[in-house]
């Protein structure tokens, strides 16, 4: 089965301005979770999505959100873009969430250039 | 919050070697996730450890979970140029769902492996 996709990779945008990244999960996976990974801090959590409503939200500003549609695909957003907001941003899958027993497979990622 | 330690921080090995790599949890281990990472892109996921010193191989590499030491393990036998890359240790906060949020999982820092031909 087809795993998780994200769009764009690859993308480069100047300071001040805002970015909206895609996620399509696996087939049949409710819970869409996004990361954020940077050679300094390593793999952070952003917030997870379940059924269209946020469950949870890492320790980030609030220029980060997003939003999850019906059919579990979800878009996270980061506006007033700051230099630190380059990163890998991932996506994560799952039926149900970061729970014992519950695998969790990742997207390619996309990558955020801010200059 | 739950932090994980990995080490080593990096690692290089003759090919045909064997190798451990080592996640030590700040706190009980719940559920422990490995993954691979090429640089630059996503993250491939390897094996799952629950709660109750599980043991998991898949071809050459095996994962045990020590949950008295709140330690994994990652064994790599016989290693071969196609295990060079990041590996990654995630640790779930929770044992099971209970109706409510989910946070997502706390990683390590990552081993980098190099493999020497």
């Known amino acids: 089965k087809a795993g998780v996709t994200q769009t764009p990779r690859y993308l480069i945008k100047t300071r001040g301005q805002q970015v909206t990244l895609s996620c399509s999960p696996i087939?049949?996976?409710?819970?869409v979770s996004w990361y954020q990974q940077t050679p300094g801090q390593g793999l952070q959590f952003l917030f997870e999505y379940f059924s269209e409503t946020q469950r949870n939200k890492g320790n980030f500003p609030g220029r980060f959100s997003g939003r999850q549609f019906s059919n579990s695909r979800s878009e996270m957003n980061v506006s007033t873009l700051e230099l630190g907001d380059s990163a890998l941003y991932l996506c994560?899958?799952?039926?149900?969430?970061?729970?014992?027993?519950?695998?969790?497979?990742f997207g390619e990622g996309s990558w955020l250039t801010v200059v | 919050s739950q932090e994980l330690e990995q080490s080593p921080q990096s690692l290089i090995v003759q090919e045909g070697k064997n190798l451990t790599i080592n996640c030590t949890s700040s706190k009980t281990l719940y559920g422990l996730y490995w993954y691979k990472q090429k640089y630059g892109e996503g993250l491939i996921f390897l094996m799952m450890l629950q709660k109750g010193g599980e043991e998991k191989s898949h071809e050459k590499i095996t994962a045990k979970l020590d949950e008295k030491k709140q330690q994994s393990s990652l064994h790599i036998t016989a290693s071969q140029p196609s295990h060079a890359g990041i590996y990654l240790c995630?640790?779930?906060?929770?044992?099971?769902?209970?109706?409510?949020?989910?946070?997502?999982?706390?990683f390590g820092k990552g081993t980098h492996l190099i493999i020497q031909p």
């Open positions: 087939s049949g996976h409710r819970s």
């Open positions: 994560a899958s799952s039926w149900t969430g970061a729970f014992s027993g519950n695998t969790i497979y």
């Open positions: 995630g640790a779930s906060p929770h044992e099971m769902y209970s109706g409510g949020g989910a946070d997502g999982l706390t």
